[in-house]
């Protein structure tokens, strides 16, 4: 229901007029939070309560907090982070209140994250998470969508924003003064709530869709009223749809009970879990450097800020580029645009061409005209102010240095070009998720799905087909179809969808985790149920040390990968996948060991049969060993080679059932030693022998700097091989631009495409952008799948690099002499024969013509790149990468059209 003004007013008087709160007009203030919300919400149902933690910091002053507490009349429970190890521990609250809970841990940060995911909403305060690890605090910082920054110099008062209704934003009434903060936004949909009157009116509440961040230690009598803290927690739970006014409970002495349930579904105990990370939960961190709690900034922090808006800058004038380039219509051949440019040359400027990238678009052309010019603008103001927060520094007005920094970022994310197309011939996969696909209860329903993924240009869909031993169709191999499925078969039904909107799709597989906790839960199954597939063959299953079936965190248990009993099942059930379904590839997802800790108290992958076989080889119960012990490093080969055995095997039986499958794997991109010692993943050797086609590692980060971090090694020469290269986005949580941003920086890389994860966070605003970057519009339809057809894709990919040469060198933005102006026309119109040669003939003799003239090119790009005063080094850096992928798509070519077409041939 809508809230009206004069029941807001009434409930202030009547509070004041009891004496709870002498002051009623701070009240005044709630209303300045309607344009927020727009609207309140119902008040929420009298069984949801409201968790407030407890920590070791708030511990000295949690009499005032509870007492504040009460004031405001609210029906509570306590979470302790002493204890607090898993999502159930917050039990059915709905909102969290934070009071300066300066130190929360990895597994914490993460179950937030989670928890936030499904609604829940957290009143944050003070400096919380101020004294977890870096990482850890990057990922709060994305999670609460703003940061204690720094504390103010002296006192100030609090003021509404500018932002507020006119009629509440002139009040003074909320003019108290206290020691506080500044809060920095650290998403794009914050909102500021309120300001400090002080210098630079730094934020002091800021709010997100499911947060409220307040700018001081909030429940201290030492430094802000009980009035105001009460006030102020009173709307921020009226944003949430709880209203408190008029409710006031008896004063109670007694502490409120705990959050955490004591018992789970089934009425089993609760397993407590030790603090390790959540089993594939990667750290999603907003940004890689730290503000301090001082005024002043450190030089290391200058130095990384400085470099988050440079990468920044510099992604966003290549998309620019990018963007006009595919708008242009230029001769293809960059020889004829040189000697068009050269034959045109102003008397008196013959022997060079003078310009810079940094000015770019500014001489348009008829035949490459760029458009944007927000986007022109917002990049010359970002360097602007770039300039300006680095002088800033120097002067040491930390304040301004700061806003200047602020205003750079959010100009660049808000005028981000995402009106034109900017999509190559690559592979743009989604993951489509048991969930999603348990709501569609019909072919209507999953066809709406498949409509909005082929408008965004979705052109491959990862369709989980196999999720804690329960298959999403009627097997004749696996035990059971997932219950949730009733009366007909998704995975023909998606196959069908798919290949009409002409889209591939690979069934993902859960291969070794075959149980799996939430799972049950959803299914209303007691907690520990082994699912379908272990409650029959128990012996299938690993164990840790101590017999313990369901990994400590994730909660999932494993098949054992040396059990000949499981490796005959895998094989029958992925054979019936490829076999009685036109699936056009399949993925491998689990594909390892549970994660186990790196100090070797916490390992798996003790089966029955893992045992005995590695009792046979050594006479030694693996069991036994430890870190210490001389047999640990062998222990560690058999587990990998039980995984590298089954890809290998896999792989050989579906190419001979099917040549035209597609093998991919969903791996872990850790550093290969940690990944090796904790999952067993040895991916590299996949790609050496050639078992698998697509690598989808899950590179998932809430910042492109992190993302470009995680993902930069795996182009290292360890992974040299055919298979193609898939990094993964994870769009949970992920700001719609900062999602395009991750896209772009992967078109740079040398890669073959991108996967979102997933189709459940794939909204509406995202789907508008991607069908204008990269959706089916009719000169993109024809785009060939690398995987498909990699010679083509190969010149498709460089046409795209030709176009964006042309149109730079069309406008004169391309500094070079006349001799190396021709020599590159010269050799990049023979490149592009080559390549046109071996799309409409595949032979050993084009490919090798090809390898030969890209290897020439590729041997001298860098040295015309660095001869031009107008090419940035990052701009020069993406075109070298993607050269880089024409060299892959074509040794991918080659194994998977010349060498596998002879192979059926003999």
Sequence with gaps: MLVNAWHWRKFASNIAILGKIKDKTIFSFLFSLLPLSLCLAPAMAAGERIGVAKSQENTRQWSEITNRLQQVGIDYCIVDTSYWEQELDLGNINVLVLPNVETLTGVQANILQQWM???????????????SQPIVRSQLRSLFGAYWGFPLSSPASLQLSETMPSQWSGSNQLSQTFMGAAVIPSNPNSQTAAVWLAEGNPPAAVVTENSTVLGWRWGIDAVSSPSVD????????????????????????????SCRPNTLPGNETRPLLPHWQLENTAPLPESRFNFPDGANITPVEVESMSREIEGLIARFESTLLTADASQSEI??????????????RVEGNKSQLYSSLSNLHSVPTKKANPVNGNARQALKEARERLNKFQLFVEQRDYIQARRQWLEARRTLWDNYPTDRQLAQSEIRAMWLDRGTIVKARSESDLA?????????????VFFETV?????????????QQNPLIRGWDPLKVAIKLAHERGMELHAWVWTFAAANQRHNIILNLPINNLGP????????????????????NSGKAFLDPANPGVRRYLSLLLEEIATQYDVDGIQLDYIRYPFQSGDGTKTYGYGIAARQQFGQITGVDPTTLTLSNPLWSQWTGFRIQQVDSFVESVSQQLKQKRSDLILSTAVFPMVRHQRLVQIQQNWEEWIRQGWIDLLVPMTYAMDTQELQKLTSPLFSRSTEGTALILPGIRLLNLPDVVAVDQMQLLRGMSTEGFALF????????????????????????????????????????????????NFLLTNHQISLNEKTLREWGQQADELASTLEELAAQPSTKNLLSAKLALSSFRRK??????????????????????????????????????????SRLN
């Design 331 to 344: 001769n293809p051949s960059t020889g004829k645009v040189i000697e068009q440019l050269l034959s045109n």
């Design 533 to 552: 597939l272990l409650s029959r063959y128990p012996d299938w299953a690993m164990s840790d040390r101590k017999g313990n079936l369901f990994h400590y």
């Design 467 to 479: 999720n804690a031993g329960y298959s999403i169709y009627p097997s004749r191999v696996a035990p």
């Design 230 to 257: 009460v006030a102020w927690l009173q709307a921020a739970l009226n944003r949430y749809g709880i209203s408190t006014y008029g409710r006031f409970l008896p004063i109670s002495h007694k502490e409120p009970t």
């Design 448 to 460: 709406a799905i498949f409509d909005r993924m082929a408008k965004a240009g979705i052109n491959t």
């Design 861 to 902: 790009f860098p040295r015309w790149t660095e001869e031009t005063n107008a090419v940035p080094s990052y701009q020069a850096e993406v075109w070298q990468n993607r050269l880089v992928t024409l060299d892959n798509l074509l040794s991918y070519g080659e194994k998977r059209v010349l060498n596998q077409g002879q």
């Design 758 to 805: 997933a189709a459940e966070n794939f909204n509406s605003n995202l789907e508008k952008i991607f069908s204008r970057t990269q959706g089916n519009l009719a000169s993109n339809q024809k785009d060939p799948l690398p995987h498909r057809q990699p010679f083509q894709a190969t010149l498709s990919r460089y046409q795209t690099l030709q176009k964006e040469w």
């Design 117 to 131: 995911s499904r609604g829940g909403k957290v009143i944050v305060t003070g400096p919380t998470g101020n004294l």
